[in-house]
């Protein structure tokens, strides 16, 4: 499966962008999928993740209740909805996909726990 990535851009802090990941080569039915972000000079670092069903989801600390990350299936589309955007989530923002399981809240944060990777897209957020 290839994934590409894309909503990203300029933002005022408050404000909100939906990100979408889209696949082909594949169905994201069978993959559980995550975000990952990487600032500059920062390493890159877990933002959400859900399950092949889309029923579990879990969320970095630091986007919990500001982030919402869903699949819709028909449409073959994982996306990220952030709202109350800050200046520190700015960053490149990557979608990935695994045919692992779901298992546990850590081992879907960890960067291994995925397969594929998307290109990225840019989220810059403006105080």
């Known amino acids: 499966v290839q994934l590409q990535a894309s909503g990203g851009g300029l933002v005022q802090a408050g404000g909100s962008l939906r990100l979408s990941c889209t696949a082909s080569?594949?169905?994201?039915?069978?993959?559980?999928a995550g975000w990952f972000r990487q600032a500059p000079g920062k390493e890159r670092e877990f933002v959400a993740a859900?399950?092949?069903?889309?029923?579990?989801?879990s969320y970095a600390d630091s986007v919990k209740g500001r982030f919402t990350m869903s699949k819709d299936d028909a449409e073959n589309t994982l996306y990220l909805q952030m709202n109350s955007l800050k200046p520190e989530d700015t960053a490149v923002y990557f979608c990935?996909?695994?045919?692992?399981?779901?298992?546990?809240?850590?081992?879907?944060?960890?960067?291994?726990?995925?397969?594929?990777w998307g290109q990225g897209t840019q989220v810059t957020v403006s105080s």
């Open positions: 990935a996909a695994t045919f692992r399981s779901y298992t546990t809240a850590s081992s879907a944060a960890r960067s291994d726990h995925y397969d594929t």
């Open positions: 080569g594949g169905a994201f039915r069978n993959y559980a």
């Open positions: 859900i399950s092949r069903s889309g029923s579990r989801q």
